[in-house]
């Protein structure tokens, strides 16, 4: 599936805009998915979040996955490490540390598969079969860079 990998769930979004729920839903070349999709790997979860949002309806149970996704980021990114930093010194606190970021590695892991999940229902709900995904990645893997 393009957009259910193994990619990590901020990479996952950012592919997923760059293909499936792009505003143009024409046809674009290598060389412009190449471009679209480092412009979408530069952004922010928050800001592929955003792109998301404008791009269609989101279930609300995704969407419920999205704001948990978002608000567990910025907090591993900008306040885990400080708020542990005493724990952090202490062997049995690091081994605490570990649970908890493998915890993390499966929420994300899970928020990766919704993200997944709901391409597949709007990619039915809208008549995309996987052979004409299929199809579609062979022309852009093949088209002239």
């Known amino acids: ?7 990590g769930f901020e990479r996952t979004l950012a592919l ?6 792009r505003h ?9 998915f190449r471009r679209l999709l480092e412009s979408n790997y530069q952004k922010t979860l928050g800001q ?3 792109k998301l949002r404008q791009s269609v309806a989101i279930p609300g149970d995704l969407e ?6 978002l608000e567990k ?10 708020e542990r930093a005493v724990t952090f010194c202490k062997e049995d606190g690091q081994q605490t540390m570990i649970s908890e970021l493998k915890l993390a590695v499966d929420f994300f892991d899970r928020a ?7 391409l597949r229902d709007w990619r039915t709900k809208h008549g995309i079969t ?10 852009l893997l093949n088209d002239t860079p």
């Not at 997923?16 to 729920?21: E, H, I, K, N, Q």
């Not at 143009?24 to 412009?32: D, G, H, M, N």
């Not at 419920?64 to 996704?69: F, K, W």
Request: proline share 2%; hydrophobic share 35%.
């Open 64 to 69: 419920e996955t999205l704001t948990g996704a």
């Open 112 to 118: 990766d598969a919704s993200v997944g999940r709901a």
């Open 48 to 50: 592929l979040v955003s």
């Open 73 to 82: 980021r910025n907090w591993l990114t900008h306040s885990y490490f400080w």
């Open 24 to 32: 143009e839903p024409t046809r674009i070349t290598r060389r412009e």
């Open 16 to 21: 997923c805009l760059a293909t499936v729920y």
């Open 130 to 139: 996987e052979e004409m995904v299929e199809a579609e990645k062979k022309k």
């Open 1 to 7: 599936d393009v957009c259910s990998s193994d990619l």
